[in-house]
């Protein structure tokens, strides 16, 4: 874990996180008992590295907030709340509103359970998370917030609903394709048979998650985001969970679903039948890239630069299943080193046979130097291995760099300010058919 | 100047009386103002908005050579991610044909820094922010986390002045300390002047040539002006009043935004200082008139007919230049005025609300008079007494304008739009999505590249506007397809409901 400054933080705070996780929510309002900025900085941060994700129903700078002031530090914020929370209730509609806090009132320990209770105990739907941006970057937000959920909002089931699942991982705003990376894995799993709880999407209501907890399995397309609510719900709801890597393209979308299969005892038939079928329906697009691929040797170098998620995810793909060279991947996120042995463990057993050099990277200016220390060196002779053609898949941070390679790139991971991102996905089978057009439209678009 | 012996610059609450929060007419403003019954007031119902910290990053990060430490929690500098894209654009106008965007750090203060001091991290990131990017200077921002755990920025700064070679610039800037996001302004200017210009000596801008060099350094010396610019304005903005401040012989020094920290260390030894938005530098040019003998013009922002002309006239009068400046009017008025002959039936008559900073909006809001649309409603996120004038020519035209004081809070926008029904909505980055959403054609009301300055600027903004209310299909369709979060109820209450005053206790 970084214990120092970073630069150019890719990405939310803790309140951000929760912020946009709350937002994505169907009939979710956030209400922010934080100063006033809080919500401008989020918002911002928001139009410059989502793709272009909008405020939507009650977000951006309609998020209600207390915007407490100094007095406030010095005397306790919570009547100021209170009055905020009653303020909010007569004239914003929703069917729950959660209270997340700022560092401010984290600092000073306002106590903003009693507020919960006063209204919630009033039959209105409020719960609350202290959810202080010094309290983690925006993938810890969307965790409070979830696991907050799990323990206070999700309805107790009697009974388990056998093939009903909860899928997690995806942190909306972080990943700025979260949309359609849910809903392109929800898709994928319903053809299994299975009933999908994908929260997020025009697809999901609150209803959805209110009855969570009658799941039979929690599934995170992650190794690292969410593990806190998957705990609250095996606690709380005595549902167990599943990790596995961000599955893009075929080779690890069949590792995903064997495993889900697996655990949920799914037929072995029904499961390579949909294997089988997904795999024709892949091919029945990439034979007719085949074509330019081999004749305009589409094969690159790679550097790979995103968080925890994407950085394996897209390695994996474009090796694997692209035939392309991924030497050097950088992954942004801050992580524990056991944590940073399972990205190296995926990395590690690329069926391709690709060795690939894996750093643990947050800042944007740094990633060149990492490269230079494994690039081709230069030898006296007239003929030069070089690291070309190349490209740059990362965040538009890289952008610069790819330039200074000279090498193609694509915006990918956060921040995502040169793209317009709606319902994109590059999860699955399918999504990887969508990463495939978009990393060969930069090479195509210069001919 | 006493202000400048302090560590932070006083809050505008204070120094000027400013208020967020009115609502009422351009002529029902005045009084209550003048008499103090504006402080102290507050809204039971907020929504989350702009703090001091935001207009920092924006003004700060757009500058050379400089790196910005935000030193706060890991979200406080993401704005940034935002503003970056005009940083990319103003450096490659100054022909970086590779630019990077702003380059700033976070500390990234986390539960055990809260707890026991972050002081130690900023250090480092000073130290290393110096050693990797050997910048001219760093600029390093308080937010709220440091304010409250009591973080000694100015020790810091002290500390290791003689440690680093960038100049050390602590700027004060938590967002709790003031609700008047504009006390930003001062709080930047005045650790520029404290830590960069103050203590700074001719003898950086040396003479080679004793006699033919010094001589001609004397004659710029004597045309050159500081040009205050804001970060709202884009580089066709910059170019066009350059382009007019020009015609009167004059040489910019341009600052502070997409400045090279030299600008600043020049700035005293430049014959006088324009300003561009009387709310934004009064702080910066009263210290450097008073200590420096730089005098400053500036109680108009270029923006409108009337308004640039008055603009240009307040410089000339400064230089001795009154006669070429009327020339230089009559000229570009009369040219603007065929320019603008087969837009202007198009644009009478038609309505329009207007919301962003205090200046700009009530400046926008004469511009569109000017171009015969009638203004409806106007929503400065500020006001204090150099909104007055402005405010009063508004007044002149129709007193029964709606005025709104508030930085954003779409709630009151939205039920004023619902009122008013416009057809043409002009606002800040971000108010205008809640507009859109009630089917009203939009113009930002700065940015996007494009010009607002100046008599081009004019020109360009009634170009716009019409071609906004020639297809306004995109949101025509959105309001039939979204909705506000407000309940039915809200648009039947008073918009100012939430405004709680407190006048007794003013």
Same mark, same amino acid.
């Given at each position: 874990?970084?214990?120092?400054? @970073?630069?150019?933080?890719?990405?939310?705070?803790?309140?951000?996180?929760?912020?946009?996780?709350?937002?994505?929510?169907?009939?979710?309002?956030?209400?922010?008992?934080?100063?006033?900025?809080?919500?401008?900085?989020? +918002?911002?941060?928001? +139009?410059?590295?989502?793709?272009? *994700?909008?405020?939507?129903?009650?977000?951006?700078?309609?998020?209600?907030?207390?915007?407490?002031?100094?007095?406030?530090?010095?005397?306790?914020?919570?009547?100021?709340?209170?009055?905020?929370?009653?303020?909010? *209730?007569?004239?914003?509609?929703?069917?729950? +509103?959660? @209270?997340?806090?700022?560092?401010?009132?984290?600092?000073?320990?306002?106590?903003?359970?009693?507020?919960?209770?006063?209204?919630?105990?009033?039959?209105?739907?409020?719960?609350?998370?202290?959810?202080?941006?010094?309290?983690?970057?925006?993938?810890?937000?969307?965790?409070?917030?979830?696991?907050?959920?799990?323990?206070?909002?999700?309805?107790?089931?009697?009974?388990?609903?056998?093939?009903?699942?909860?899928?997690?991982?995806?942190?909306?705003?972080?990943?700025?394709?979260?949309?359609?990376?849910?809903?392109?894995?929800?898709?994928?799993?319903?053809?299994?048979?299975?009933?999908?709880?994908?929260?997020?999407?025009?697809?999901?209501?609150?209803?959805?998650?209110?009855?969570?907890?009658?799941?039979?399995?929690?599934?995170?397309?992650?190794?690292?985001?969410?593990?806190?609510?998957?705990?609250?719900?095996?606690?709380?709801?005595?549902?167990?969970?599943?990790?596995?890597?961000?599955?893009?393209?075929?080779?690890?979308?069949?590792?995903?679903?064997?495993?889900?299969?697996?655990?949920?005892?799914?037929?072995?038939?029904?499961?390579?039948?949909?294997?089988?079928?997904?795999?024709?329906?892949?091919?029945?697009?990439?034979?007719? @890239?085949?074509?330019?691929?081999?004749?305009?040797?589409?094969?690159? +170098?790679?550097?790979?630069?995103?968080?925890?998620?994407?950085?394996?995810?897209? #390695?994996?793909?474009?090796?694997?299943?692209?035939?392309?060279?991924?030497?050097?991947?950088?992954?942004?996120?801050? *992580?524990?080193?056991?944590?940073?042995?399972?990205?190296?463990?995926?990395?590690?057993?690329?069926?391709?046979?690709?060795?690939?050099?894996?750093?643990?990277? #947050?800042?944007?200016?740094?990633?060149?130097?990492?490269?230079?220390?494994?690039?081709?060196?230069?030898?006296?002779?007239?003929?030069?291995?070089?690291?070309?053609?190349?490209?740059?898949?990362?965040?538009?941070?890289?952008?610069?760099?790819?330039?200074?390679?000279?090498?193609?790139?694509?915006?990918?991971?956060?921040?995502?300010?040169?793209?317009?991102?709606?319902?994109?996905?590059?999860?699955?089978?399918?999504?990887?058919?969508?990463?495939?057009?978009?990393?060969?439209?930069? @090479?195509?678009?210069?001919? | %100047?006493?202000?400048?012996?302090?560590?932070? /610059?006083?809050?505008?609450?204070?120094?000027?009386?400013?208020?967020?929060?009115?609502?009422?007419?351009?002529?029902?403003?005045?009084?209550?103002?003048?008499?103090?019954?504006?402080?102290?007031?507050?809204?039971?119902?907020?929504?989350?908005?702009?703090?001091?910290?935001?207009?920092?990053?924006?003004?700060?990060? !757009?500058?050379?050579?400089?790196?910005?430490?935000?030193?706060?929690?890991?979200?406080?500098?993401?704005? /940034?991610?935002?503003?970056?894209?005009?940083?990319?654009?103003?450096?490659?106008?100054?022909?970086?044909?590779?630019?990077?965007?702003?380059? $700033?750090?976070?500390?990234?203060?986390?539960?055990?820094?809260?707890?026991?001091?972050?002081?130690?991290?900023?250090?480092?990131?000073?130290?290393e922010a110096d050693k990797r990017y050997r910048p001219e200077a760093i600029v390093f921002l308080s937010t709220c986390v440091p304010g409250i755990i009591g973080d000694d920025i100015d020790g810091v700064a002290r500390d290791l002045k003689d440690k680093v070679s960038a100049a050390l610039l602590p700027v004060h800037c938590e967002g709790f300390k003031s609700k008047v996001m504009a006390t930003a302004y001062d709080a930047i200017f005045h650790s520029f002047l404290r830590n960069l210009i103050d203590g700074s000596d001719e003898t950086e801008f040396p003479v080679f040539d004793p006699e033919a060099a010094q001589a001609s350094e004397a004659i710029r010396r004597k045309r050159l002006v500081n040009l205050l610019n804001v970060s709202s304005m884009t580089g066709p903005d910059?170019?066009?009043?350059?382009?007019?401040?020009?015609?009167?012989?004059?040489?910019?020094?341009?600052?502070?935004?997409?400045?090279?920290?030299?600008?600043?260390?020049?700035?005293?030894?430049?014959?006088? !200082?324009?300003?561009?938005?009387?709310?934004?530098?009064?702080?910066? %040019?009263?210290?450097?008139?008073?200590?420096?003998?730089?005098?400053?013009?500036?109680?108009?922002?270029?923006?409108?007919?009337?308004?640039?002309?008055? $603009?240009?006239?307040?410089?000339?009068?400064?230089?001795?230049?009154?006669?070429?400046?009327?020339?230089?009017?009559?000229?570009?008025?009369?040219?603007?005025?065929? /320019?603008?002959?087969?837009?202007?039936?198009?644009?009478?008559?038609?309505?329009?609300?207007?919301?962003?900073?205090?200046?700009?909006?009530?400046?926008?809001?004469?511009?569109?008079?000017?171009?015969?649309?009638?203004?409806?409603?106007?929503?400065?996120?500020?006001?204090?007494?150099?909104?007055?004038?402005?405010?009063?020519?508004?007044?002149?035209?129709?007193?029964?304008?709606?005025?709104?004081? /508030?930085?954003?809070?779409?709630?009151?926008?939205?039920?004023?739009?619902?009122?008013?029904?416009?057809?043409?909505?002009?606002?800040?980055?971000?108010?205008?999505?809640?507009?859109?959403?009630?089917?009203?054609?939009?113009?930002?009301?700065?940015?996007?590249?494009?010009?607002?300055?100046?008599?081009?600027?004019?020109?360009?903004?009634?170009?716009?506007?019409?071609?906004?209310?020639?297809?306004?299909?995109?949101?025509?369709?959105?309001?039939?397809?979204?909705?506000?979060?407000?309940?039915?109820?809200?648009?039947?209450?008073?918009?100012?409901?939430?405004?709680?005053?407190?006048?007794?206790?003013?």
């Amino acid at each position: 874990m970084t214990n120092r400054f @970073i630069e150019r933080p890719r990405g939310f705070c803790a309140l951000g996180g929760a912020v946009l996780t709350a937002s994505a929510l169907p009939g979710v309002v956030p209400i922010m008992h934080a100063a006033m900025g809080c919500g401008g900085s989020i +918002y911002w941060n928001q +139009y410059g590295s989502t793709g272009y *994700l909008g405020a939507g129903y009650c977000g951006g700078l309609s998020v209600p907030s207390s915007n407490i002031q100094e007095s406030d530090i010095v005397f306790g914020g919570l009547d100021r709340l209170d009055e905020q929370v009653r303020s909010t *209730l007569e004239i914003v509609e929703a069917d729950l +509103y959660v @209270i997340l806090t700022g560092c401010t009132p984290d600092i000073i320990g306002d106590d903003i359970e009693s507020v919960v209770r006063k209204y919630s105990s009033g039959g209105q739907s409020v719960i609350g998370a202290e959810t202080g941006g010094f309290r983690g970057d925006g993938y810890a937000g969307y965790d409070i917030l979830l696991s907050a959920l799990a323990n206070s909002y999700v309805k107790p089931a009697k009974a388990k609903t056998p093939n009903k699942i909860n899928l997690f991982g995806v942190v909306p705003g972080q990943d700025a394709f979260w949309r359609g990376n849910l809903l392109k894995l929800r898709s994928l799993l319903e053809r299994l048979g299975l009933e999908v709880n994908s929260f997020f999407t025009e697809r999901d209501s609150l209803t959805g998650l209110l009855g969570s907890g009658e799941a039979c399995l929690n599934v995170l397309v992650s190794d690292f985001f969410g593990l806190r609510t998957a705990e609250a719900y095996e606690r709380r709801h005595g549902i167990p969970y599943l990790t596995n890597p961000l599955p893009i393209g075929p080779s690890a979308t069949e590792d995903f679903l064997r495993r889900v299969g697996e655990a949920l005892a799914i037929p072995r038939r029904t499961l390579e039948n949909l294997i089988s079928d997904e795999r024709r329906g892949y091919f029945r697009y990439v034979e007719r @890239i085949a074509d330019a691929y081999n004749d305009l040797d589409w094969q690159r +170098y790679a550097i790979i630069v995103g968080d925890a998620n994407y950085a394996p995810a897209l #390695t994996k793909f474009v090796a694997d299943d692209l035939g392309w060279l991924p030497r050097l991947t950088v992954v942004t996120t801050s *992580l524990e080193g056991k944590d940073e042995e399972k990205i190296d463990r995926v990395l590690g057993n690329l069926s391709c046979g690709c060795k690939v050099k894996v750093v643990y990277e #947050t800042d944007p200016s740094e990633v060149a130097g990492h490269f230079w220390r494994i690039a081709p060196r230069r030898s006296d002779s007239l003929h030069q291995l070089s690291f070309a053609p190349a490209f740059v898949i990362g965040s538009h941070l890289e952008r610069p760099l790819a330039t200074d390679l000279g090498a193609e790139h694509l915006t990918v991971t956060c921040p995502v300010g040169n793209r317009v991102v709606l319902n994109r996905g590059y999860a699955g089978f399918e999504g990887s058919l969508s990463l495939i057009e978009d990393l060969l439209s930069v @090479i195509a678009f210069q001919r | %100047m006493d202000y400048i012996k302090a560590n932070t /610059a006083p809050r505008r609450e204070d120094r000027l009386g400013t208020c967020i929060e009115f609502g009422g007419t351009v002529g029902g403003i005045a009084e209550p103002f003048c008499q103090g019954c504006l402080k102290n007031r507050r809204r039971s119902f907020s929504q989350g908005t702009i703090c001091q910290l935001l207009p920092a990053v924006a003004i700060l990060t !757009s500058l050379q050579d400089t790196v910005v430490i935000v030193h706060g929690a890991i979200g406080c500098g993401g704005a /940034a991610h935002a503003l970056g894209a005009n940083v990319r654009l103003g450096q490659w106008r100054g022909g970086d044909k590779n630019p990077r965007g702003a380059l $700033w750090l976070s500390t990234n203060l986390n539960e055990r820094d809260v707890t026991s001091g972050g002081e130690e991290k900023l250090r480092q990131a000073i130290v290393e922010a110096d050693k990797r990017y050997r910048p001219e200077a760093i600029v390093f921002l308080s937010t709220c986390v440091p304010g409250i755990i009591g973080d000694d920025i100015d020790g810091v700064a002290r500390d290791l002045k003689d440690k680093v070679s960038a100049a050390l610039l602590p700027v004060h800037c938590e967002g709790f300390k003031s609700k008047v996001m504009a006390t930003a302004y001062d709080a930047i200017f005045h650790s520029f002047l404290r830590n960069l210009i103050d203590g700074s000596d001719e003898t950086e801008f040396p003479v080679f040539d004793p006699e033919a060099a010094q001589a001609s350094e004397a004659i710029r010396r004597k045309r050159l002006v500081n040009l205050l610019n804001v970060s709202s304005m884009t580089g066709p903005d910059q170019k066009e009043l350059i382009r007019l401040l020009g015609k009167l012989g004059l040489e910019v020094n341009m600052l502070p935004c997409d400045a090279h920290p030299e600008a600043f260390r020049l700035a005293p030894l430049a014959s006088l !200082s324009v300003g561009v938005c009387p709310t934004h530098d009064d702080y910066f %040019m009263s210290y450097l008139e008073k200590r420096y003998a730089v005098p400053y013009v500036g109680s108009h922002m270029p923006i409108g007919i009337e308004n640039t002309g008055n $603009w240009l006239r307040g410089v000339a009068a400064k230089v001795g230049q009154e006669a070429a400046a009327e020339r230089i009017i009559a000229q570009e008025e009369a040219e603007l005025g065929r /320019a603008l002959e087969p837009l202007r039936p198009k644009l009478k008559g038609k309505t329009c609300v207007l919301s962003a900073g205090e200046i700009r909006t009530l400046s926008t809001a004469r511009l569109v008079q000017e171009l015969g649309l009638e203004v409806l409603a106007v929503r400065p996120y500020h006001y204090d007494p150099f909104g007055q004038p402005e405010v009063e020519r508004l007044s002149d035209v129709n007193p029964g304008i709606r005025l709104n004081v /508030a930085t954003a809070q779409p709630f009151e926008a939205v039920n004023i739009l619902n009122r008013v029904e416009p057809d043409l909505y002009i606002g800040h980055n971000s108010d205008n999505v809640w507009a859109a959403k009630c089917g009203t054609a939009v113009l930002p009301i700065y940015g996007s590249n494009a010009i607002y300055s100046g008599y081009a600027g004019v020109f360009d903004v009634a170009r716009r506007i019409h071609r906004h209310l020639e297809n306004n299909s995109f949101n025509e369709r959105l309001v039939k397809n979204v909705r506000q979060p407000y309940r039915e109820s809200w648009y039947a209450e008073d918009p100012y409901k939430y405004i709680i005053g407190a006048e007794l206790t003013a």
